[in-house]
């Protein structure tokens, strides 16, 4: 089956640099989708990519669909306090097939 | 109010019992599904419908079943709960590609 593998799977940073991941995969994806999830919360959609090649942007976090359509990746620019949880990435293969194959998140922890 | 609810938010039970956790969605949306998260690992699909009279087993079904009772609700239930299905379990709801999720169920099997 298809496999995600995500990096880095945890990050110490300081507050108001910038913060990079990303997720590779075995097998080539037509669309990735970016989540956060907060303590106690579920995920929540932050970008979909839906082209390779693609760039996104919202707010201050940027995702990229890989050329080769095997990757992805998510920057976080000028981290904040409140930049902290788990960002997940997911795959999905074809047109009609709407399951989400996740990565195994990087947590993110943010020092004031 | 929330698109997506779970219910209950925590539950605590005993080997061998029934539980059935609950999803409700007002996004009007056809396709659901239910995962499960174990710490340190990403969310594995249990089952997934993608209508009232579909439903498919994803990559981890076994010890558990669902039941698709109208376009807005999908349950799922453990027939007789084991310790090693202790996790957090969380319902998502879609139109195309983007999944939308609940808040989450925390179930402890003692």
């Known amino acids: 089956g298809q496999q995600l593998n995500q990096s880095p799977q945890s990050m110490f940073i300081q507050e108001g640099e910038d913060v990079s991941m990303n997720c590779t995969s075995s097998?080539?994806?037509?669309?990735w989708l970016w989540y956060k999830q907060e303590p106690g919360e579920g995920p929540v959609l932050l970008i979909a990519l839906y082209k390779a090649g693609e760039l996104t942007s919202n707010g201050r976090l940027t995702a990229q669909f890989g050329i080769t359509r095997k990757d992805s990746f998510l920057n976080i620019s000028a981290s904040i306090p409140s930049d902290v949880g788990i960002y997940f990435c997911a795959g999905q293969y074809g047109a009609g097939s709407y399951q989400l194959t996740f990565g195994k998140g990087t947590k993110l922890s943010v020092i004031p | 109010d929330a698109d997506v609810t779970q219910t209950p938010r925590n539950r605590i039970t005993k080997t061998g019992k029934r539980i059935m956790l609950e999803c409700s969605q007002t996004?009007?949306?056809?396709?659901m599904y239910w995962y499960r998260q174990d710490p340190g690992l990403g969310l594995q699909l249990i089952y997934y419908?993608?209508?009232?009279?579909?439903?498919n087993k994803g990559e981890i079904s076994d010890g558990y079943s669902v039941s698709r009772q109208a376009q807005a609700k999908f349950s799922l239930s453990l027939e007789s709960a084991i310790p090693n299905q202790t996790a957090l379990y969380f319902c998502?709801?879609?139109?195309?590609?983007?999944?939308?999720f609940g808040p989450g169920t925390r179930l402890t099997v003692l």
């Open positions: 419908s993608f209508d009232v009279k579909d439903i």
């Open positions: 996004k009007g949306h056809d396709r």
């Open positions: 998502a709801t879609s139109d195309h590609s983007e999944q939308f």
């Open positions: 097998s080539i994806f037509n669309t």
